[in-house]
């Protein structure tokens, strides 16, 4: 290193939830950053995926934003940022003057820190609201609500080191780590089914995670190809399966749990035999897993989008947690109930309460106890009834929202049925946007404020075991940009005077650690490089690996088992839409794609979107493999290139959300759970369309 070259930075990868360290080293010119491993990094030792090797490349991407822009006549031209936040706030308080304050929609965003979506959500709530919402709720809603409803708190149970540690059988479903979470795939469940240990996987579709598992000489590994949104009733023959053969840990249940009886009651005439041929997977084979997991000394249970992401999202993650409660397998290590977060601070950005019915640390927003604790430090009434959601946000402009303030987020490719969220967008009376790039939401915005990147500025995120972690800021590219959080400052200071005066955010954290107790005791010096799990209640605390050693934090104390019944997806095949498309993320890309698919290295892998397809399939609409085929569903169509193969199960279509020409939400449906409101990503009905003749209008350009 030459003597005038500055020392690598320490920092977190922005991409998935596993939390990965690396390093970050700055050049001459403040673009000119470079990725380096972080060798003894918490959490990965300095290995990273893809994504992370190429993170550094999309920091002074040529399409960045660099000046605040207001839009005129259709049009957008620069503005100052003076002008940019006195049309902001004269815009929200004419809003709030004139519809009430529950006409704006607050969206904050998995890729900001935590000290920046706990401003916005403040924000919002001093604006007089509770419509502040965050892409959890595309996520992993219904886990949230089932987790923090029967066990407590909505969050992995164990972290990753005493589950690779200990745990003898991991049952994955509805989860694909070696894509998704790669280096927790690496360097956990691989590593532990190298150990020893079995896994039994549960998804539509076979994928990296399967191929990872399929270790020479050993048959530790089962996967159980499930019809998309048939999982309870797999996992209904598995709990009878554990009652029938006695499997269940009595002492366990008697002393620790209520409702194993209306876990019998729900189960007492149920048909094994017809809940497999409707699961799509043999009877034997669930009952093999059944007996595995049942007779482990310890079993774990790793959950993701596949399960959450139906209109039974709740009652989907309910089973799983009637089966770990039924075997006694939580509170210890190696065992629980753990979702898999998708991105890199989707589990932080819902503790501090960016969300429309909890405040910081899941403290509800009708518990008069917990408002009014928040209230004293605040300084100001919190609104006591939930918000709405982010869908419903959208769904309600025109009606009760008349604007919506939108940090970090892009609902035109992350909401379901995207033509209609466009279209009504489009009618919105106003919309801010900040973000690093101009997205597809940003496309729409009356006033779009260009903030900087995850390497630019500082603060802490919370990985998917409940680890805090700092990142570090390298230096500002772009001298007109702004960090988000300064962003935020200045628009609540304009607005209500007082209460948004952060100069750091350390400062935003210490305010932080008063309203969450689960943060109450960590502080910016204790987190250190090497992080806190939550809950760490006092400083001095070292935080828990792991929940519920001693009792749930339920109202009784008691985990709480409840029998669920399957539900089928509220669109299935028929006539007219004759498949069901299920939908899923790839390795090298990243949710909407705004980050990914600027990086060179990451779009020279998938450069466009492609959707799967059975042998079977392909025979009867004589598709041959790699032709562009028509995928359309009652919302919309989209063309893609075609992959014939025995992945995915006959009858089933599976593609992705990455790419706008071509998006996978352009297709799903928006029906939501009617208790989380996550919409039903994972089961649409679909029909396939070959051999579309061009156009007769010659080289006219399409119709957007």
């Keep these: ?36 491993p972080w060798g003894d990094a918490p959490v990965n030792d300095g290995r990273v995926c893809i994504k992370g090797g190429a993170a550094t490349q999309v920091v002074d991407h040529e399409d960045r934003l660099t000046d605040p822009l207001i839009k005129e006549d259709g049009e957008f031209r620069e503005a100052s940022w003076e002008e940019a936040y006195e049309r902001i706030v004269s815009e929200m308080e004419e809003i709030r003057e004139e519809f009430g304050p529950d006409a704006m929609g607050f969206f904050g965003s998995s890729k900001t820190m935590n000290e920046e979506n706990y ?27 089932a987790l923090r409803t029967s066990l407590g708190a909505g969050a992995m149970t164990n972290s990753m080191e005493d589950l690779e540690a200990e745990a003898d059988v991991l049952w994955i479903q509805g989860a694909n780590p070696a894509e998704q979470h790669p280096i927790a795939n690496s360097n956990y469940f691989r590593q532990a089914v190298l150990d020893g240990a079995t896994v039994i996987q549960v998804d539509p579709h076979a994928n990296k995670t399967t191929t990872s598992f399929d270790i020479e000489e050993t048959e530790r590994h089962q996967h159980l190809q499930v019809e998309p949104g048939a999982d309870i009733p797999l996992l209904n023959i598995v709990l009878k399966t554990v009652l029938e053969n006695d499997w269940v840990d009595e002492e366990f249940v008697e002393e620790r749990t209520e409702g194993i009886e209306d876990l019998r009651e729900t189960l007492e005439d149920f048909d094994k035999e017809a809940a497999a041929e409707e699961a799509g997977v043999p009877l034997e084979d669930i009952e093999l897993a059944a007996e595995k997991y049942a007779t482990a000394d310890n079993a774990a249970i790793f959950t993701g989008m596949g399960m959450s992401q139906h209109t039974c999202g709740v009652d989907n993650v309910q089973n799983e947690i009637n089966l770990a409660l039924i075997t006694g397998n939580l509170g210890r290590p ?6 898999l ?13 960016a969300m429309p019915n909890v405040l910081p640390g899941y403290q509800l927003v009708d518990d008069d106890e917990a408002r009014e604790s928040v209230e004293d430090v605040w300084g ?19 009606e009760q929202i008349q604007g919506m303030y939108v940090m970090g987020e892009n609902p035109v490719m992350s909401e379901p049925n995207a033509n209609h969220v466009s279209d009504l967008l489009d009618e919105l009376g106003f919309l801010v946007v900040q973000d690093i790039f101009m997205t597809e939401t940003a496309e729409y915005a009356d006033v779009v404020l260009p903030a900087t990147t995850w390497a630019e500025r500082g603060g802490t995120v919370t990985n998917t075991d409940r680890r805090v972690q700092r990142m570090r800021g390298v230096q500002k590219v772009h001298e007109n940009t702004e960090h988000d ?106 949710n909407t794609g705004t980050m ?87 089961a649409s009905a679909a029909e396939i369309e070959v051999g579309v003749e061009p156009s007769d209008a010659g080289d006219a350009p399409a119709d957007d």
């Design 341 to 353: 977060r998708g991105q890199n601070n989707v589990q932080g950005t819902s503790d501090v309460g």
């Design 485 to 590: 959080l300064d962003i935020l400052c200045e628009v609540g200071t304009r607005l209500f005077g007082e209460g948004f005066d952060f100069d750091t955010p350390e400062e935003a954290f210490e305010e932080l650690r008063q309203v969450c107790p689960s943060y109450h005791g960590m502080t910016y010096d204790a987190l250190g490089e090497e992080g806190i799990h939550w809950p760490c209640y006092e400083e001095g605390d070292e935080g828990d690996q792991y929940l519920y050693e001693d009792g749930f934090e339920t109202e009784s104390g008691l985990g709480q088992i409840e029998g669920v019944t399957h539900q089928p997806p509220k669109e299935v095949p028929d006539e007219e839409y004759p498949l069901i498309l299920t939908t899923a993320r790839l390795e090298e890309h990243y």
């Design 119 to 145: 401003l916005l959500q403040k924000l919002a709530r001093r604006y007089g609201t509770n419509n502040v919402d965050n892409c959890t709720r595309m996520c992993h809603a219904s886990t949230v609500w």
């Design 334 to 339: 190696g065992t629980g109930v753990n979702p």
């Design 596 to 682: 990914s698919r600027r990086s060179p290295r990451l779009n020279k892998q998938y450069p466009e979107n492609f959707v799967d397809v059975h042998p079977n399939d392909a025979e009867r609409y004589g598709i041959e493999d790699g032709e562009k085929i028509t995928l359309k569903s009652r919302r919309g169509e989209i063309e893609v290139e075609a992959h014939v193969t025995d992945d995915i199960k006959e009858g089933v279509v599976w593609t992705t959300p990455h790419f706008a020409a071509a998006s996978a939400n352009l297709l799903t449906n928006d029906v939501l759970d009617e208790r989380a409101k996550i919409p039903e990503y994972k």
């Design 1 to 36: 290193m030459s003597s005038d070259e500055q020392d690598p930075v320490k920092t977190i990868c922005p991409y998935c939830g596993v939390g990965c360290g690396i390093q970050v080293q700055p050049g001459e010119d403040p673009g000119d950053m470079r990725f380096m």
């Design 380 to 398: 100001f009434e919190i609104p006591d009834e939930p918000g709405l959601t982010n869908v419903e946000i959208t769904h309600s402009i025109g």
